[in-house]
């Protein structure tokens, strides 16, 4: 992989970081090579939003917080990749919202994708702020034909209406420029692949910052730059071996410095009304 394809991690959801570490796990490799990368199969679309079916259960799935294991050679973004989510189950405040069109473009901001599972129990899976959220849905017989969807969302603030929910979601996006923090893990990636790859210390910070700055600074005696690697590679090994669990908290995001306007949770979910219709 040249250098610069690791640049993609500037502006990938930390969901989509998280994968990027997993499937370089080699024990997960070994999972998927028994166990099979099917387990989660498009079904059809739902106002133009995806539907996708659990046809199976993968119990290897859940050891990596997975809800079905997705082969490993497939790069960010992964659109039949769901990760299992914490649900905090309080009751929610009601919100009545009409159904129409806006509905479906509002959510398009949050990356929604719907998940039918063993059980034919549907939830809307979203991505805010980087992290995901996983909504269920809460009446018995969705995605039909003229019948409604609600469904209930554990955090943010108990909006009034689509808009403001639409403006909520896009207040949630992924930073632009680059942070300490994805600089951290652009560069841990990068160690841990020129690491199994064979190269040298010394070549890994050639790579990330350059033959001029590494001949001056990688002398007998001085450490700051040779330790600077080692935390790189090191990084990279705690992340790949389940460290990458912690990108898909939402404490995660908030500590990324260029993720700015954030909704804060504000401890009330509401349910959240969307008219039905295949088409």
């Given at each position: ?58 119990e ?7 809800i ?76 039909k034909?003229?019948n ?6 554990y955090r ?36 841990f ?38 935390r ?22 908030s ?25």
């Amino acid at each position: 992989m040249p250098i610069t394809a690791y640049d993609a991690i500037q502006t990938l959801p930390k969901c989509d970081i998280a994968w990027e570490f997993l499937r370089r796990n080699i024990d997960y490799r070994r999972d998927v090579a028994c166990f099979g990368s099917d387990a989660i199969i498009r079904d059809r679309d739902w106002h133009g939003i995806a539907v996708y079916r659990q046809a199976r259960i993968c119990e290897a799935a859940a050891r990596w917080g997975l809800i079905g294991l997705c082969a490993p050679d497939m790069m960010a973004p992964v659109e039949h990749l769901f990760w299992l989510s914490d649900d905090t189950d309080t009751s929610p405040s009601v919100l009545t919202v009409p159904g129409n069109g806006r509905t479906s473009q509002a959510l398009m901001h949050a990356q929604p994708r719907f998940l039918i599972d063993i059980e034919d129990k549907v939830s809307l899976h979203l991505r805010m702020g980087g992290t995901v959220v996983r909504l269920p849905v809460l009446n018995e017989t969705p995605l039909k034909l003229g019948n409604d969807i609600a469904f209930t969302i554990y955090r943010g603030q108990e909006w009034g209406s689509i808009e403001r929910i639409s403006r909520g979601f896009r207040q949630m996006q992924d930073p632009t420029a680059w942070t300490a923090q994805r600089l951290s893990l652009r560069d841990a990636l990068i160690a841990f692949d020129r690491t199994h790859a064979g190269l040298r210390y010394r070549d890994i910070a050639c790579l990330l910052l350059g033959d001029a700055r590494v001949d001056q600074e990688w002398q007998i005696g001085r450490t700051a730059l040779k330790d600077r690697i080692r935390r790189a590679v090191k990084r990279g090994e705690k992340l790949v071996g389940g460290g990458y669990r912690a990108l898909l908290r939402p404490s995660a995001s908030s500590r990324d410095t260029s993720s700015r306007n954030r909704v804060p949770g504000s401890g009330h979910p509401f349910v959240y009304g969307l008219q039905g219709g295949v088409v």
